[in-house]
């Protein structure tokens, strides 16, 4: 509240002095090196947009020859699979490095590493997991996979992130754990997360899907929580085509997190007496692992790089009444941006809707887009069919299934539905500062000429 009070503030005074100039001068934003002709029309409407240039293409600007000869290399040995070569396993070492754990073990998505946390750390059948509904489904998929109940908790409308007092509010003596959702590759409020894991002797997993090298107090994300959770799915900042990875310290739970995702096989044990639990086959084959190693050459220049753009873009698009940059807790330190996220104010805008805004905005040639349109809540009939599995009928008592559907509430979420707006940044932040510009001027033409949106 008191930075949309800030914001508007500092806008009302900038206008002022603006508007003294505009008389003689234009806009109060003058629109940086776009002046001819038509350029205040709005694009959605005919005029010449702000920018017609394509924008770097992720994951490909992250294709150079390191990712080319590792995987050629790796086609040529003719070694495919993860035991014939050690791609894989290499990579697993530079990942624990990295992130700050001892250990990584890679899997073949997000999904799965989630869902190898869960059960590395025992969670299933009778057990409640507390999560975000603003997130990939992956992350409940984790948790319905071992026939746990995942429980959402609502959202802090300012930082799309689980609120830790909804989630305390939410446990119960079922409760064994909390995926916080590390959304756009942004920290949760982490302190708070794990004070209140603590008092309530709760594990945590991190879902640092969106958030490789993000940090919160010094450290990086994944590390903080019993067991972090990363994925490599081509859209990621450390990309694959379809990939993940759990990181941990505790032996006993990474070799938990082994046999699990190998088809019940211990690496601990000598065969044949190895086969010590059930599970599916998660592993990773040796072309990820190729593409991954030849991707961490350059991979904390792009992270600098796009942190650098997104502080840029954060102190401009602050100053346009309306638009609120993603809120940050104090701790959080540089950030992924998976995804670069404002909330919008539509009185700003003469009360034009997110998608108008947005769609005006695109047409000014500027990625900016709504993400999330629906909490998994809103998210079409997968919890009736949880609940009427029989698995959950027959493991949860009546109280619990009726408490689960009588508090199927998440307003802060809803809100956040209808006001976020994104840009995604893998490849658009690593631009110049003139890209930069473009999208900066783009908003600001839309704000400028907020009165033709009527006509849109
Ligand atoms: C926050 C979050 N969690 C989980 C996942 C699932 O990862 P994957 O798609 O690799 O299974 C994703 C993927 O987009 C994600 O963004």
New binding site residues.
């Given amino acids: 509240m008191k930075k949309r009070d800030f914001t508007r503030r500092k806008f009302i005074t900038t206008v002022s002095v603006g508007s003294v100039a505009a008389v003689a001068a234009g806009p109060a934003f003058p629109i940086i090196g776009k002046t001819s002709g038509n350029a205040q029309k709005l694009a959605v409407l005919g005029g010449e947009p702000v920018r017609t240039k394509e924008w770097l293409d992720w994951p490909l600007a992250g294709v150079n020859e390191h990712v080319i000869n590792e995987v050629m290399n790796t086609v040529k040995s003719g070694k495919w699979v993860r035991y014939s070569s050690d791609r894989v396993k290499t990579f697993e070492k530079e990942w624990a490095k990295i992130i700050g754990r001892k250990e990584a073990i890679c899997v073949n ?6 869902n190898t946390a869960v059960e590395a750390l025992g969670i299933g059948a009778g057990d409640e997991v507390i999560t975000s509904p603003y ?2 489904i ?2 409940i998929m ?1 948790i319905t996979v071992s026939r746990a109940l995942p429980v959402m908790a609502d959202l802090d409308p300012e930082s799309y992130q689980l609120d830790p007092e909804d989630v305390e509010r939410r446990i119960t003596s079922n409760t064994k754990a909390i995926i916080p ?3 756009m590759g942004v920290s949760c409020d982490m302190k708070r997360i794990l004070e209140i894991a603590q008092k309530h002797n709760l594990k945590v997993i991190e ?1 640092a ?2 958030a490789h090298l993000a940090e919160f107090n010094g450290k990086r994300l994944g590390t903080l929580g019993d067991l972090g ?1 990363f ?3 081509g ?2 900042a450390v990309a694959c085509g ?3 990875s759990i990181v941990g310290d505790d032996p006993e739970l990474m070799h938990n997190a082994w046999a699990y995702e190998e088809k019940g096989y211990a690496r601990h044990i000598k065969a044949p007496n190895n086969a010590i639990r059930i599970g599916p086959k998660y592993r990773m084959h040796e072309f990820e692992g190729a593409i991954l190693m030849g991707q961490i050459p350059g991979m904390e220049e792009r992270f600098e790089k796009r942190n650098a753009n997104a502080d840029y873009l954060t102190s401009k698009l602050s100053e346009i009444p309306g638009f609120v940059p993603q809120k940050k807790y104090p701790g959080t330190g540089k950030s992924t941006y ?1 995804r670069y996220a404002v909330s919008y104010n539509k009185e700003h805008f003469n009360g034009a809707d997110l998608d108008t805004v947005s769609g005006a905005i695109r047409a000014e040639g500027v990625p900016f887009s709504p993400y999330i349109r629906n909490g998994f809540h809103k998210q079409g009939p997968w919890y009736e069919y949880m609940l009427n599995m029989k698995e959950y009928r027959n493991t949860y008592s009546k109280a619990t299934l009726k408490r689960y559907r009588d508090e199927f509430s998440y307003p802060n979420c809803d809100r956040v539905c209808n006001e976020v707006l994104a840009i995604y940044g893998m490849g658009v932040l690593l631009g110049s500062r003139e890209d930069m510009d473009d999208i900066v001027n783009a908003v600001r033409k839309v704000y400028e000429n907020r009165d033709q949106l009527k006509s849109v």
Avoid: M, P, R
Wanted: aromatic share 8%; charged share 15%.
């Fill in positions: 998505s997000g999904t799965s590493a989630l997130s990939d992956g992350t984790a959702v590390h959304i879902d899907c969106q959770c994925s490599f799915q859209s990621k379809e990939g993940g998976w």
